[in-house]
């Protein structure tokens, strides 16, 4: 499953005419770290290996490319959810999990989840984002102040 972070300058070639041509590479770069992080915040898992396997596969003069392996994942968390289910151990003859509350192991033959609703979080996560990486893109022309009068 990919994210292409990806900006249309369609609405500030004005302002971009009088602009030499900057290497804008070392600014995706950092960008799509900074984005990276701030995303992997967000994910709505604390087990760690759906946040880790997030990556940023490529990035080009125009944007970045975040990438996970465990698309399947993604899906049921942002667009499926879970229906109710019982749960019960596949190699191990029962289940064992420490409990949140008091700390106390818990072992048990089945377990019956009660499911969940999708959980949206990479679609909002860009939406509300991508106009942050438009304003640090023209903050960074304009630090480079190579305009042409």
């Not at 003859?93 to 499911?115: E, I, N, Y």
């Amino acid at each position: 499953m990919q994210i292409k972070v990806t900006l249309r300058l369609d609405g500030i070639k004005k302002e971009l005419r009088g602009l030499k041509s900057i290497d804008t590479k070392p600014f995706w770069k950092a960008e799509s770290r900074k984005f990276n992080e701030n995303f992997k915040q967000k994910v709505p898992i604390d087990t760690g290996k759906y946040k880790k396997s997030w990556q940023v596969k490529k990035f080009s003069k125009k944007g970045f490319v975040l990438e996970t392996k465990m698309g399947f994942l993604f899906d049921i968390l942002e667009f499926q959810g879970s229906k109710p289910h019982i749960i019960e151990p596949v190699r191990a003859s029962v289940l064992h999990w420490v409990d949140k509350k008091t700390g106390q192991d818990r072992f048990a033959m089945r377990v019956r989840h009660p499911g969940f609703k999708p959980i949206p979080h990479a679609r909002p996560f860009v939406k509300k984002n991508v106009m942050g990486v438009a304003r640090d893109l023209m903050a960074f022309y304009k630090s480079k102040k190579e305009w042409i009068n």
